[in-house]
């Protein structure tokens, strides 16, 4: 962990890398917009250089940690930046799309520096921790060289290739999945209520159910994987028999006044799905309807 680090950008997340780098005895330059955030990195060690330049000139590796890809554009596209970046590495840790880490990419690259995209899968008080995930995609060379340094900042950290926007990418679909679950755990606690059912006891029942409901999970994404999409054998249960339950959640939304806008659009995706296929078809069968 020798490289001199220039941490740009010094909010939570970026404050908390700075520190992390500074406990690790990493020499590190912090730059924010208002100076004043950079005082409590500097009272631990921190040079706070005058300008973006100056940081980046100072530095073997960036690290961009602002509120979003503007931010950062801004920060970065200006001649006297753009000339520092010349044989520099740059982690962009600034939360975007696919598009927009492989336009940074491509533009990072064109001003000679080699471009690593990083989704941090935390809040900023796992920064450093062991089980802390940040993925990673772009340039491998940058991955490998700074990869001590990377691992501090995160023991989970994993390299997911060489197409910028695929950390990314990786990020959103994780994070699509957490949704599904959040604004499914949003319904069911409607009708729980509505039925009697207090909060407490929904929770209680929760993690009792969760292994029933990982299974299904990764059984889902391993028969997608084999577009196995015909009820077989291994089945764990058919369309038929999932949309004959489904109808509890559409029965009880109606007659209790439920809003039932999510399971409405659900049903959809049933009906469209048995009307191409049959009832005895796996529920992997609804995968190329997202496609
Ligand atoms: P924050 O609001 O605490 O900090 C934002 C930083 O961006 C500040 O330092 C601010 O000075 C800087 N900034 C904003 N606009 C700027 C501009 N135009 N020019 C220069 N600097 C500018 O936010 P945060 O929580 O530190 O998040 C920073 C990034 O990390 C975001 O992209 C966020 O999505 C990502 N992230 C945050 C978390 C989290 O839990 N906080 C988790 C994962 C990823």
């Known amino acids: 962990m020798i490289s001199n680090v220039c941490v740009l950008g010094a909010g939570r997340m970026g404050s908390s890398i700075a520190r992390t780098l500074l406990d690790r005895g990493c020499p590190t330059w912090v730059w924010n917009r208002t100076a004043a955030k950079c005082e409590p990195l500097a009272a631990l060690g921190a040079k706070v250089p005058p300008s973006v330049e100056a940081g980046i000139e100072a530095a073997e590796l960036v690290i961009i940690n602002v509120l979003d890809y503007a931010a950062s554009e801004a920060l970065l596209k200006r001649g006297d930046v753009a000339s520092a970046l010349a044989g520099k590495a740059v982690v962009q840790l600034t939360s975007g799309s696919p598009r927009l880490a492989r336009e940074e990419a491509r533009w990072v690259e064109a001003h000679g520096a080699g471009y690593l995209d990083g989704a941090i899968m935390a809040t900023p008080d796992f920064i450093g921790k062991p089980e802390t995930a940040v993925l990673y995609s772009g340039s491998r060379d940058v991955y490998e060289k700074h990869k001590p340094l990377l691992f501090a900042l ?71 994987n084999a577009r196995r999409f015909a009820g077989d054998d291994a089945t764990l249960a058919s369309l038929g028999a999932h949309y004959s339950a489904f109808q509890h959640l559409l029965e009880a939304c109606e007659e209790r006044g439920l809003d039932a806008a999510m399971p409405r659009a659900m049903d959809m995706i049933f009906r469209q799905a048995l009307s191409l296929g049959s009832m005895e078809d796996d529920f992997a069968s609804l995968a190329p309807l997202f496609r």
């Open 154 to 224: 995160g023991g989970g950290t994993s390299y997911v290739g060489e197409l910028p926007g695929q950390a990314s990418a990786l990020d959103t679909a994780l994070l699509t999945q957490m949704w599904g679950g959040l604004f499914g755990a949003l319904q069911g606690m409607a009708v729980a209520e509505a039925e009697g059912l207090d909060l407490a006891t929904f929770r209680s029942h929760l993690s009792g159910f969760k292994p029933v409901v990982d299974a299904a999970l990764f059984d889902l994404v391993d028969r997608t």
